[in-house]
């Protein structure tokens, strides 16, 4: 039988912890205001609304507004399509979630399924201050959508969503090319998509899933990784535990370390190879860190 792991906000997610990020994103520099002009090679941002200037129709999207449905379009072509207006489209981010098992692990301050936990929490928060609605998709041992919703609602149903995942036993591993097949068929019209993992996930098959992906919405990736990931460890004796069995690492030569630490780093340089080969907005953060200026870089700046 499992022991009951308490939430310390270090091993396993605290709520309270992910419900307090709220006052972090507040103080953070608000989402600027940009123009929403069609620039060469860039998809303008648009939102949804009434009022505004109409400026295209595409294929109809689960979570699309029925009163937006082009039904002349639809008619002539026998698939249903919805009307976008210029500076009306409701901002929506999904934020991708990874719960592999590889995520519960941590040598510095917590686990990386904690440091993923509260980037996912705050970009919620960080989201509805700038009047977007926020969902979050799980992949993993969790498989699991909470839609896009507005305000503190949205952020809050996003935060307890993920203390539950959290506190639920490991399951299966799920490859990211599944789950960005999966996200491309419920992201109930999210404008963008924020994937947070430490990219053990990352298989042969996701580069052509998120090409899918991208042409959907803007995509940004958000690596989280150990310290003990991102460079060769000092020698020494390292006790490791992994599904309730514990092991002693003995790294003492130099081409051990180097092993170690080229196994341990696999996961995240596949997923930088990964955003850097589809030009998306990347960025690498530690256990240790404070999530907010990754994230702001990320989300604070829309592409026009």
């Not at 041992?141 to 149903?157: C, E, F, I, S």
């Not at 196994?263 to 340089?269: E, P």
């Not at 596949?270 to 589809?278: C, E």
């Amino acid at each position: 039988m499992n022991a009951v792991v308490a939430p310390d906000g270090r091993v396993r997610v605290s709520l309270p912890e992910l419900i307090a990020l709220r006052s972090r994103a507040m103080r953070a520099p608000a989402p600027p205001v940009v123009s929403r002009a069609p620039r060469s090679g860039q998809r303008p941002g648009r939102l949804h609304g009434r009022g505004m200037d109409y400026a295209e129709s595409r294929v109809y999207q689960a979570g699309d507004d029925v009163r937006r449905m082009d039904w002349r379009l639809t008619a002539r072509s026998g698939v249903a399509h919805t009307k976008l207006f210029q500076e009306e489209r409701e901002g929506r981010l999904l934020v991708l979630l990874d719960t592999n098992a590889s995520m519960r692990f941590g040598t510095r301050v917590r686990f990386k399924s904690v440091q993923a936990a509260r980037v996912a929490a705050l970009a919620a928060w960080y989201a509805i201050r700038g009047g977007d609605r926020v969902g979050v998709l799980s992949f993993g041992a969790q498989r699991q959508l909470v839609k896009p919703q507005g305000g503190a609602r949205g952020a809050l149903a996003v935060a307890g969503a993920i203390a539950a995942w959290d506190a639920a036993p490991v399951g299966d591993d799920e490859s990211l090319s599944a789950a960005l097949q999966r996200a491309g068929r419920l992201m109930h019209g999210a404008s963008r998509v924020l994937l947070v993992s430490d990219g053990f996930c990352v298989d042969d098959a996701a580069r052509g899933r998120m090409l899918g992906l991208v042409g959907k919405a803007e995509v940004s990736v958000l690596n989280v990784a150990d310290p003990l990931e991102m460079a060769e460890p000092p020698p020494g004796r390292y006790p490791l535990a992994h599904r309730g069995q514990h092991y002693d690492v003995t790294l003492y030569g130099e081409r051990e370390r180097a092993e170690f630490a080229r196994s341990l780093g696999d996961g995240r340089r596949r997923l930088l190879a990964l955003a850097s080969g589809l030009n998306l907005r990347h960025r690498t953060i530690d256990t240790t860190a404070d999530p907010l200026d990754a994230l702001v870089a990320l989300l604070g700046v829309r592409k026009a």
